[in-house]
C-alpha cells in the first residue's frame, strides 16, 4: 500500500483545531474514494471551516516525500480545520453522515474489533482539539441514540 497523506490550511491563532477521518478497506477498495470525498464535500464551505484536503483521486505533493494519489492508496486519510469550537461537532457529524450514508461503510472505535463482510470501508474520526486526540466515535453514537 502507499502513503495516507492530507492536509488542510490552518488559520493563524492560539488553537489549531482539526477533524481526521481515516478509512481503511476490507475488499472496499473500488469506492472508498467515493466514501471520503462525500465527507470532504460535506465540510467544504461550512461555517467556521477554514481549510479541507484535496479530494481523493487528485496527485498530492507531500512535502520531502513525492506524490501520492488514489492510485497509490485504497486507505485515504481526510483532514478539515476548524476555528471555532462549537463548530467541531456540526463539521464532524456532517462529515461522518455523509461518509455512513455510503454502501458498506461503518464507523468504528479507534482500536477495537470489527467484524464486518468483505467489500466495506471503515472510518474513524478524530478531533485535534489543542494537542489532544478525541475520538468522535463515542459521542456521535451518544447524540444518534433514539431517546424515549
Given at each position: 500500500e502507499g502513503i495516507s497523506y492530507a492536509e488542510a490550511n490552518l488559520e493563524e491563532g492560539e488553537f489549531q483545531?482539526?477533524?481526521?477521518?481515516?478509512?481503511?478497506?476490507?475488499g472496499g477498495e473500488s469506492f472508498v474514494a467515493d466514501v471520503a470525498n462525500s465527507a470532504i464535500e460535506a465540510a467544504s464551505g461550512m461555517k467556521a471551516v477554514t481549510g479541507v484536503?484535496?479530494?481523493?483521486g487528485t496527485r498530492t505533493d507531500i512535502p520531502g516525500v513525492g506524490y501520492v494519489s488514489t492510485d497509490d492508496t485504497d486507505d485515504p486519510v481526510v483532514?478539515?480545520?476548524?476555528?471555532?469550537?462549537?463548530?467541531?461537532?456540526?463539521?464532524?457529524?456532517?462529515m461522518i453522515g455523509a461518509a455512513l450514508g455510503n454502501k458498506n461503510t461503518y464507523l468504528v472505535k479507534r482500536h477495537t474489533a470489527c467484524n464486518v463482510l468483505p467489500g466495506s470501508v471503515l472510518v474513524s474520526v478524530t478531533a485535534l482539539m489543542n494537542g489532544n486526540m478525541i475520538d468522535l466515535s463515542i459521542p456521535f453514537e451518544n447524540k444518534t441514540r433514539i431517546l424515549g
Open positions: 483545531d482539526a477533524i481526521i477521518m481515516a478509512f481503511d478497506t476490507y484536503s484535496d479530494k481523493i483532514v478539515v480545520s476548524v476555528n471555532e469550537l462549537e463548530q467541531i461537532a456540526v463539521v464532524a457529524s456532517a
